[in-house]
Every structure is written in C-alpha cells, then in structure tokens.
C-alpha cells in the first residue's frame, strides 16, 4: 500500500522557510520560546538599564547617551544563538531568521496543507 503524504504548504500565506507562521499571527509574541533569543537578551539588558538608572537618579538627558555607549558594546558581544545567520543590509540584529522580534527556526514546521492553509494571494515578482 502506498503511502500517503501531505502536499506542500508553499502556497500557503503562513508558510515561510519551511515554518508555520499561523499560530505566532493568532498570537503575536504569546509563545516565549518563538522570540528571537538576542532581541530578548537586548530588550532585558534596556529594562535592567531603567531600573538603575533611575535607582542612582540619572539625569534624564543623560541616559540616551549612557545606554548607546552601553548597548554599543553589548551589540558587539557574541549573540550566543546556534541559529543565528549574518544577512546582509537587514535590520538589528542581522539575523537572516529574524521577523519582527520572532526567530523563524524556532516557529513549528510545516507539515503540508493543513485546517489553517490559506492560499497566498500576494503577486510574486
């Protein structure tokens, strides 16, 4: 007996790089472990920031200034993530799986045409 398979989700508008971006468009950064693990790491070092500098009462114009110089050498560090992919010309961090704050490797794969497909009606160039 033969053995049946899914047919492919390309078509699909949340199909991307083999991931199903559904659940994640359902609920935009519900689940913790889809977000992008250096984006969080950045975002957690800026609220640590604001707590100290308010805590040694920074003066106000002066905080833009301390946490450019202190995220200039964050952003140099190493990203510490095994996916991460250096892609030319995009936005911070640079990730070639980074979208909108969400790391496209960890979203669950797509298994093929499921109850949530979706044909995606944007025009390809």
């Given amino acids: 007996m033969s053995r049946i398979s899914r047919l492919p989700g390309t078509d699909c508008r ?6 199903c971006l559904y659940e994640e468009w359902l609920n935009p950064g519900y689940t913790k472990s889809w977000r992008c693990q250096v984006t969080a790491r950045w975002e957690s070092s800026f609220d640590d920031f604001l707590r100290r500098a308010e805590f040694f009462g920074v003066a106000e114009d002066a905080a833009p200034d ?7 050498r964050m952003a140099r560090d190493t990203f510490h993530c095994g996916m991460y992919t250096y892609r030319p010309g995009t936005d911070a961090p640079g990730c070639g799986h980074h ?11 797509c298994n093929g045409r499921c109850r949530h497909y979706g044909l995606n009606t944007d025009e390809q160039s």
Avoid: I, K, S
């Avoid at 949340?14 to 991931?19: M, Q, Y």
């Avoid at 979208?99 to 794969?109: A, Q």
């Fill in 99 to 109: 979208l909108d704050g969400v790391c496209v490797m960890g979203l669950p794969r």
């Fill in 14 to 19: 949340h199909h991307l790089n083999g991931r």
């Fill in 66 to 72: 301390l946490w450019g110089r202190q995220f200039q």
